[in-house]
């Protein structure tokens, strides 16, 4: 009986242990579903970005009946700012839209972009494992990091299945430097669009973007030292 007791208090305190508080002083953290954000590595990119931000203006500006516009550009823009006002200048150019020297009479379109720094060393969460040929098209993945190593053996031809689950994911770690990129276009009484995204880029590349981190201290080569009582 005492057995029988025993086994029952510690099975309720299991399925106690396995259950959220109902009520805590504050929320509690979670995930977000699993989301992809690009890494922005090379000029190039700087011109898919600015495509996919004239794209979402031109559509903006189909809704109005058409006036010139003129590209409000920062006093002192950061090697980012200044291509992305160059580039969608061509891009509206090209496509027929006038762009306006001057802002009087036009629409104006304002491009911010704020520079965010978090945390070094963000997790980075990708696909595992090491590859092995087996033999003629065929690849052995590897997973090394879990507790129980998992063998998967898989028939692929010549396509390499190794970088083919990774060419996906940006190398290195999570970049701990981000900006966001908000496009706004208005007149002088409303805004008629606006549009916000989000990038990685870089570490290396962050005085790109218009941040300046400071020097490291020098080390100071001399030490006062206060001698107290006769000499």
Request: proline letters at 7%; hydrophobic letters at 40%.
């Amino acid at each position: 009986m005492a057995l029988k007791t025993a086994m029952a208090l510690a099975a309720g305190l299991t399925l106690l242990a396995g259950c959220a508080s109902r009520y805590t002083p504050t929320p509690l953290a979670a995930n977000f579903p699993t989301t992809k954000q690009a890494k922005l590595q090379a000029a190039y990119h700087w011109g898919v970005v600015t495509d996919s931000i004239e794209k979402r203006v031109v559509m903006e500006l189909r809704k109005s009946p058409p006036r010139p516009v003129f590209i409000n550009e920062p006093k002192d823009p950061s090697a980012f700012q200044r291509a992305l006002a160059t580039q969608l200048t061509t891009s509206l150019v090209n496509d027929g839209y006038v762009v306006s020297r001057t802002p009087a009479g036009s629409l104006k379109i304002d491009l911010d972009v704020q520079a965010v720094t978090f945390s070094a060393n963000r997790p980075q969460y990708r696909y595992h494992g090491e590859r092995a040929v087996l033999g003629s098209g065929v690849w052995l993945l590897s997973e090394i990091e879990a507790p129980v190593v998992a063998n998967v053996a898989v028939a692929v031809g010549a396509l390499d299945a190794h970088d083919w689950f990774n060419a996906q994911f940006a190398p290195g770690d999570t970049p701990k430097t981000e900006i966001i990129v908000t496009v706004s276009v208005s007149d002088q009484y409303r805004y008629l669009a606006r549009n916000t995204s989000a990038y990685y880029v870089a570490d290396s590349d962050r005085i790109l973007y218009g941040i300046v981190d400071p020097k490291p201290e020098e080390p100071k080569l001399t030490r006062t030292f206060q001698v107290r009582g006769d000499i």
